[in-house]
C-alpha cells in the first residue's frame, strides 16, 4: 500500500490500536488519576511495531539496510518483553521456575538478539542466516517460557469466572508471542506475523475490559468504599478509600477480602503467594486508615448487607 511494504492488514490493525490509544488518551485525561498508563504505554508500543514493522525497509532509504532491520527488530523484541512484562505485573509474579526472572528473561532475549542477530550478520552479511540464528533459539525459550508460565496460573477447581477468563486471555497472548519467531522463519508473511502480535494486544485489551466491567458489577460492593464527597475528602481522607488510590490489584483482593476469604483463598483464587496477598492487603489497610483485617471488615463488610 502507498508504494511501500506495508500489508492493508497491518494498516487496518495500525489505525485499531491508533483508535484504541486516542481513546485510553481520553479516558486518562478526563481522570485526575489514571491506572492505564501502562496500557497506553503498551499501545504505542503496538503502533510503533505496526509502523516500523509494516512500512520498513525502504530499499532507497540512505544508510546500510541493516540499521532498519535493526529498527524493526528492536521495535518487535521491545514490544515482546514489554508484553511479558505486563503480565508479570498483573499476576504479581517474582519468579516462575528455574529462578527465571523477568530480568533475566530481557537479558536473555537482548543478548541473544546481538550474539545471534548482529555479530553474525557483520561477519557473514547474510540476513537469512542472522535470522535462523536468532529465532531457532529464541522461539524454542520462547515455548519453555509459555509452559512455565501457563503451569504456573493454570490450576483446577478455581470457580472464580473472571480469573479463568483472564488466564484464558494471557495464554492467549503469550501464545501469540511464541509464534512469532516460528513464522518469522518460515518466511516474511506480513499478515501473519502482525495478526499474531496485534492478537496479543487486543487478548490484553480484552482483558481490560473484562476487568472493568467486573468492577462494576461489583460496585454496589464497594461503593461504601469508593464513594467519596469532596467534603469527606477535605475531612477526614482516611476514613474512606478513594478509588483513584487502589490499584486494581488492590481492588481485586479488596473485593475477595469483602467475600471473607482468607489470604490462603485469595491466594488460591488469584495464582499468588499468599505473602504476596499480605503485602496488598497492607497497603488497602493503610489506605483506608484501618489497622488491620478484623477492623476493616468491622468498618466496610456490615454496609455491604
Known sequence: ??????????????????????????????????????????????????????????????????????????????????????????YDIVVLKYNLTLKKVILITSFGFILLFLFPYFISGSLNLSRYLFTIPISIFAFVFLIIFYRNISKPSNSNTFILRRNKLSTLSLASIALLPVFTIIGDYQWITFTLMNT???????????????????????????????????????????????????????????????????AKELFIAESTVSKHASNIFKKTGVKNRSEFLKRFLNKQK
Open 1 to 90: 500500500m502507498f508504494g511501500t511494504s506495508i500489508h492493508w492488514t497491518t494498516f487496518f490493525y495500525l489505525l485499531i490500536d491508533t483508535a484504541i490509544v486516542l481513546y485510553l488518551l481520553y479516558v486518562s485525561f478526563k481522570k485526575t488519576h489514571s491506572s492505564l498508563k501502562h496500557f497506553i504505554y503498551l499501545g504505542f508500543s503496538i503502533i510503533a511495531y505496526n509502523i516500523t514493522g509494516g512500512f520498513l525497509p525502504i530499499v532507497n532509504f540512505p544508510g546500510p539496510l541493516i540499521i532498519q532491520y535493526i529498527i524493526t527488530y528492536s521495535v518487535a523484541i521491545f514490544l515482546c518483553l514489554y508484553i511479558i512484562y505486563y503480565l508479570y505485573k498483573e
Open 200 to 266: 496479543a494486544f487486543y487478548a490484553i485489551t480484552i482483558m481490560e475490559i473484562d476487568r472493568y466491567l467486573f468492577f462494576i458489577k461489583n460496585n454496589t460492593r464497594m461503593f461504601e468504599i469508593f464513594a467519596l464527597k469532596k467534603k469527606q475528602r477535605d475531612d477526614f481522607v482516611k476514613q474512606k478509600i478513594i478509588y483513584e488510590d487502589l490499584t486494581r490489584r488492590e481492588i481485586e483482593i479488596t473485593l475477595s477480602i469483602l467475600s471473607e476469604l482468607n489470604y490462603k483463598n485469595i
